[in-house]
């Protein structure tokens, strides 16, 4: 039996077949259940049948924020390929379609518009905030439940318009407070900011700084399109500022392993931190010359001490030949969709929009594949970030190899 959280739903006697085609995922999220009689063999999970459900999924395919939309959409269609291999969702498959919006929020609404005209049931986000914020009106007059998988701006998930939209990461609040007491940690008090030119990070931008000018004197703060290739002026006018640390907010990839390489050059003494984007993008730390993102703490969500994280690394090795590591990316897309399968089984199906929100904001204890061992994840009708607290993030520190230490950094870690 698999039980999300307090929800207890199962996927009947599809272990056998689960932990065939998924290694590792045959109790993922589940707490230990009593072992089966030996002379009652688990029975393969009957395939599914009749009309799909259908998750629609607004991929930035080929947008700056690309690199990440293909980590989420990768586990996504994980997720529903295990949902099917087990069952599928009360009997029926689970379909995916997907749109390209390009995290171009004039895109978006037309994307939206398009999955839900294809009959898209539930419909996933992998791309920017703010293109979400965008869609968020048509999703409530379509009263289709959505989620922003990789998302941390609080405005997606904030009212106005936000009855049928949650996202799974720590939100933007959460991150600069563990910013904040990992500072006085290791008592920073000057930090400069770098950010890229996006329209992601602007939004992001918007609400960092003022939160982390209550806890931190912010020197400096400077900008460089996505696709620069010398950011050298940028980084000697953050060293002439004289900051304790710098923080980069970005999309990561290429644009800041060139920014990490550049500050470890000019300022090797300066702490520097990242928010969830280049630690998390296992496939870019290829790019970093020799130790070049040595020293870089980011703040991660992603540790192989929780089990399910565990699980979900080693069902994306099996899958991925080219698989690297798993990253907070892959478990908030997961548990989206593992969310989703538990609301509308709750709900006994999709056909009623209303009692399948009501199912999603009712789910509590559920047992998540990133943060801390035992973090848990939950919706109410004013909670809809599922992230339970702060251990649903830690502070990582990649090594010599250019790769995250075993080790998590040892300056601060928030309390669970």
């Not at 090797?268 to 730390?285: C, I, M």
Request: hydrophobic share 45%; charged share 20%; with cysteine.
């Amino acid at each position: 039996m698999l039980v999300q959280g307090k929800l207890k739903v199962a996927i009947a006697a599809g272990a056998v077949m689960a932990a065939i085609a998924f290694p590792g995922l045959s109790h993922a999220q589940a707490p230990a259940a009593k072992p089966a009689a030996k002379s009652a063999p688990a029975q393969k999970a009957a395939p599914p049948s009749g009309d799909p459900i259908i998750f629609g999924i607004d991929e930035d395919a080929t947008g700056p924020g690309s690199v990440i939309a293909r980590m989420s959409v990768r586990a996504m269609r994980l997720a529903v390929d295990h949902i099917n291999e087990t069952g599928g969702i009360l009997g029926r498959p689970v379909k995916i379609i997907t749109e390209n919006d390009e995290s171009d929020a004039t895109k978006t609404p037309a994307v939206t518009r398009k999955l839900l005209e294809q009959g898209a049931n539930v419909l996933f986000f992998a791309t920017a905030g703010s293109s979400i914020i965008q869609a968020k009106p048509i999703v409530k007059e379509a009263k289709v439940i959505s989620f922003g998988t990789y998302t941390i701006t609080a405005a997606v998930t904030a009212p106005p318009d936000n009855e049928y939209v949650f996202s799974m990461g720590n939100a933007n609040a959460d991150v600069t407070t563990l910013l904040c007491q990992g500072w006085e940690a290791a008592k920073v008090k000057r930090i400069a900011v770098f950010g890229d030119g996006s329209a992601t990070v602007d939004t992001i931008l918007k609400g960092f700084l003022p939160a982390l000018g209550k806890c931190v004197e912010v020197v400096t703060t400077e900008r460089a399109p996505v696709d620069a290739n010398d950011v050298t002026a940028q980084i000697t006018r953050i060293r002439n500022a004289k900051p304790d640390a710098m923080l980069t907010i970005a999309n990561g990839g290429q644009f800041e392993v060139l920014v990490q390489q550049t500050a470890r050059r000019l300022m090797p003494k300066v702490l520097r931190f990242s928010t969830a984007s280049l630690g998390n993008q296992p496939d870019a730390w290829k790019l970093a010359s020799p130790s070049g993102l040595e020293g870089l703490i980011f703040t991660g969500s992603a540790t192989l001490s929780n089990p399910l994280t565990k699980q979900l690394d080693a069902a994306l090795r099996a899958k991925h030949k080219d698989f690297v590591a798993v990253a907070a990316f892959d478990a908030w897309s997961w548990d989206a969709v593992m969310m989703a399968k538990a609301a509308i089984e709750k709900a006994g199906g999709v056909s009623d929009k209303e009692k399948l929100l009501a199912a999603l904001t009712s789910i509590s204890g559920f047992k998540s594949s990133f943060g801390q061992p035992g973090f848990t994840l939950s919706f109410s009708p004013t909670k809809h970030v599922a992230s339970d607290g702060l251990c649903g993030m830690n502070f990582s520190v990649f090594g010599k190899d250019n790769k995250p230490s075993p080790q998590l950094w040892k300056t601060y870690q928030p309390k669970c």
